[in-house]
């Protein structure tokens, strides 16, 4: 079946720290991928995402690249903020489908 | 932009009663929502798909009778837990699609906003 596959955290970093969250695939055909933030208190929030492979979706310092050959859409960011403290989920969504196929979950904490 | 309004944030609960949660979209006309389900340190799991003014379509292994979501309006839709169990003690989280927005990925059925979770704890 479809599923998605995130690193166990927390990730913990100082400020200005590289981030990776590592997330991969299993599924049939080309979904669209999706990274998601929740913050403290609120709901999961779009962060960026890809619809093919090879596209990087951007956002707020934070990219990811959708990589058809190792089904992988890694969470890069270069240089984190205390305020980017939160849960990140990685999911997938097939074309024409409504339902979203969420990872666990990633937290990450910044330090100052 | 578009917000998804969830109520009570936290409820506790003596076993067997029924609890209801609400959701709700604040600024725009939800056709569709959806019921999440989550345990500590797994992914998040869907329960159900909720259309406006129909019945539910659930996940396969979601009872139906114990989980009952209505849909009455363009802008609510709830989730009652029947006879809760301490089993049920979770994490739940809806979503609602704005048919707009054009931010949803390929295909486009609309982006997905999330509502800020429920956590009920059955004693």
């Known amino acids: 079946g479809n599923s998605v596959t995130q690193m166990e955290g927390p990730v913990t970093l100082s400020e200005e720290a590289f981030l990776t969250i590592n997330c991969t695939y299993t599924?049939?055909?080309?979904?669209?991928l999706f990274w998601y933030v929740q913050y403290p208190g609120e709901g999961l929030q779009l962060l960026l995402k890809a619809t093919k492979a090879d596209d990087k979706g951007s956002n707020k310092g934070f990219e990811a690249t959708y990589r058809k050959e190792t089904t992988s859409f890694h969470l890069e960011k270069g240089s984190v903020q205390v305020s980017d403290s939160a849960v990140y989920f990685c999911a997938l969504r097939y074309t024409g489908f409504q339902k979203l196929v969420f990872g666990t979950g990633t937290r990450l904490l910044v330090s100052p | 932009g578009a917000v998804v309004s969830q109520h009570p944030s936290r409820v506790i609960c003596k076993s067997g009663t029924s609890v209801k949660i609400e959701c709700r979209s604040l600024?725009?006309?939800?056709?569709?929502m959806f019921w999440y389900r989550q345990f500590p340190k797994q992914s998040l799991m869907l329960m159900a798909t909720s259309n406006e003014g129909s019945k539910a379509t659930y996940e396969q292994g979601v009872e139906k009778d114990k989980f009952l979501i209505n849909h009455a309006s363009l802008t609510l839709s709830t989730l009652t837990v029947t006879s809760a169990h301490p089993e049920d003690s979770s994490f739940y989280i809806c979503?609602?699609?704005?048919?707009?927005?054009?931010?949803?990925?390929?295909?486009?059925?609309?982006?997905?906003?999330f509502g800020e979770g429920s956590r009920l704890t059955v004693l």
């Open positions: 600024d725009f006309q939800a056709t569709t």
């Open positions: 979503s609602a699609r704005d048919p707009f927005s054009q931010r949803g990925g390929r295909g486009n059925t609309g982006e997905l906003f």
């Open positions: 599924a049939t055909g080309y979904p669209s």
